[in-house]
């Protein structure tokens, strides 16, 4: 009997639907930080991407005849974590096939959300970014455009980014996410609110997290030790590390659980963070990398557990 193993398992006490809606309460603070800085763009890219997750995989759920009990609150996360990654100015387009690709992905080539061994909006926005590369460029103020979804209705190429000089802001712009960004990935005062509330619930583990924040740090500080403290304190706040590491190294569907596991699989996503960083920018060298650690949490969880944990299955069988 072979034993095969593709995705780590979930060992706790939690019920499902009690992390699913704590991982959720934890998103409000990014959410409502920034409905607060984009206004109405923010609440329908919100709305939208987590509203046609869940009516996509209720019409698939409808067209396979599948009856079951799921809540679709893992298709809500999803929906809403993607759309914390978008510009502000994204078009209302690009989260309705986005939404389609991703109920395409996890309940037809994976069975499920559930068992997708990818973070299912994290590959999403890769491919998005591939696809639409030129209209996701859409960054833009927020303080005085609180009623403008001109921009939502429009699929024209833009050519706006994000400022190239983070320096020139002061330091509690950089922390409150006080400058032209993806809507709610970068507030470092936000994610930690939420991070706090997950420890709070006690629904993650905190090895992979931790460890990829001090990977990325210290190899990003002593490659660019000459660049200056404040050049690396930018990068720190601004890039979206605190994002990965508490929002997306924090899946239990796709990062391993024991503490060896999640600790290696932190520091390898840190090396591949740090090395995206110094050949590409941007949602790129963020996403890439935890991909990359996803496919291979398998391998990583089943070399890293106890023996007796991982020929249990096979003593089973024999």
């Known amino acids: 009997m072979i034993y095969g193993k593709f995705a780590p398992f979930i060992h706790t006490d939690r019920t499902v639907s009690y992390m699913e809606l704590s991982f959720l309460i934890a998103l409000l603070p990014c959410v409502c930080y920034a409905v607060f800085k984009y206004g109405v763009r ?42 914390l990654m978008l510009p502000p100015d994204t078009s209302l387009i690009i989260p309705v096939a986005a939404s389609a690709i991703m109920t395409f992905m996890t309940e037809v080539m994976f069975g499920g959300i559930a068992f997708s ?10 491919l998005v970014e591939v696809v639409w590369g030129e209209r996701l460029k859409g960054f833009s103020e927020g303080s005085n455009h609180w009623f403008s979804i001109k921009s939502l209705f429009s699929f024209a190429r833009t050519t706006s980014s994000v400022a190239s000089r983070v320096e020139d802001y002061h330091a509690a712009e950089l922390i409150t996410d006080g400058y032209p960004s993806y809507i709610g990935m970068c507030s470092v005062i936000m994610i930690l609110i939420g991070t706090i509330y997950l420890l709070r619930s006690r629904t993650v583990r905190t090895a992979a997290p931790f460890c990829y924040l001090v990977t990325t740090v210290v190899i990003r500080v002593v490659m660019h030790i000459k660049d200056g403290v404040r050049s690396n304190i930018a990068f720190i706040l601004v890039s ?29 996503c840190g090396i591949l963070t740090a090395g995206a960083f110094e050949i590409t920018s941007g949602i790129t060298a963020l996403c890439v990398p935890v991909i ?19 020929h249990a299955a096979v003593r089973e069988e024999t």
Do not use: W
């Not at 061994?117 to 890769?126: K, Q």
């Not at 929002?247 to 990062?255: E, G």
């Open 42 to 83: 923010a609440v329908l890219l919100i709305l939208c991407c987590s509203l046609m997750n869940v009516l996509f995989a209720v019409l698939f759920a409808k067209t396979k005849k599948i009856r079951s009990k799921r809540t679709y609150l893992r298709n809500v996360i999803a929906g809403v974590i993607f759309s």
């Open 240 to 268: 979206g590390i605190f994002f990965v590491a508490f929002f997306l190294l924090t899946d239990r569907a796709t990062v391993p659980q024991n503490h060896l596991g999640g600790t290696v699989t932190g520091i390898i």
């Open 117 to 126: 061994p990818v973070n299912s909006p994290v590959l999403t926005r890769i």
């Open 292 to 310: 990359s650690v996803n496919l291979i949490s398998g391998i990583i969880e089943y070399f890293t557990s106890d023996a007796s944990e991982r």
